[in-house]
């Protein structure tokens, strides 16, 4: 992962369409494109799929 992202949704896609924002030390971003909130959802699902559950975390 280059940077932290957080993927925003809101209540009424039709209105307010979900928006990627990134976070860097030097700059920030918001995506809107859908192929641009598509790639950092995958990213996100993958991310899910390979993180411990808190359960089972042992430090």
Request: a negative charge.
């Amino acid at each position: 992962m280059e940077s932290a992202f957080v993927i925003l949704d809101f209540p009424d896609p039709a209105e307010d369409p979900s928006v990627v924002y990134l976070d860097s030390p030097s700059s920030a971003a918001y995506l809107q494109k859908g192929v641009e909130i598509t790639r950092y959802e995958t990213i996100f699902r993958l991310v899910c799929c390979q993180a411990v559950p808190i359960l089972e975390y042992q430090p």
